[in-house]
């Protein structure tokens, strides 16, 4: 009678270590897809950031890049419209912020208007609420000869604008 309980006894350890390794092996395979995604998730943002070559940046036209996407089904920022955005600027060349309004309020300004500089407002322009950009402008349409003194801009420099949309009416 001993014999049985102990042989069930030795089948139950077994089991016992069977499911361990089995939980391990799955642990172990969970981190790698964990692993696995943050590289991929890492490369994306990598690939969002990189500078674009000089050949690839026209001087008339404003150089977008997508950072992430807002509301899908949100107003349509277009010419005429009123929108309302929260930026960091910066000069190209040095990556030294100029101007920022992430820690005061928005930005409001009618899209083709003479408010801000047209290479913000043709960056601007298609942008839902929620969406975010990073926006290279060429001195044509920044600055330009003028440069803007009280910040430190000198004439002629590229800018780089990060922007996200709030409200678009």
């Known amino acids: 009678m001993c014999l049985p309980k102990k042989k069930r006894a030795i089948e139950s350890s077994a089991d016992v270590t069977l499911s361990k ?14 692993k696995k995604q943050a590289t991929e998730k890492n490369m994306e943002k990598e690939a969002s950031t990189k500078k674009l070559p000089e050949s690839e940046l026209s001087p008339n036209e404003v150089t977008v890049e997508e950072i ?9 920022a277009v010419q005429g419209k009123k929108v309302s955005i ?21 930005l409001k300004f009618r899209l083709g208007g003479e408010k801000v500089i047209k290479g913000l407002s043709n960056g601007v322009e298609g942008m839902r609420v929620g969406d975010k950009r990073r926006l290279i402008i060429p001195p044509s349409l920044g600055y330009s000869e003028e ?23």
């Open 21 to 34: 390794k089995k939980r391990k092996k799955e642990r172990r395979e969970e981190t790698r897809e964990r």
């Open 147 to 169: 440069g803007l003194k009280k910040e430190n801009v000198p004439k002629n420099s590229w800018l780089v604008y990060e922007v996200e949309t709030v409200k678009v009416r």
């Open 68 to 76: 992430e996407k807002g509301k899908s089904d949100g107003k349509v």
């Open 86 to 106: 929260l930026y960091t600027a910066k000069l190209k060349d040095t990556g030294k912020v100029f101007e920022s309004n992430l820690e005061g309020s928005p």
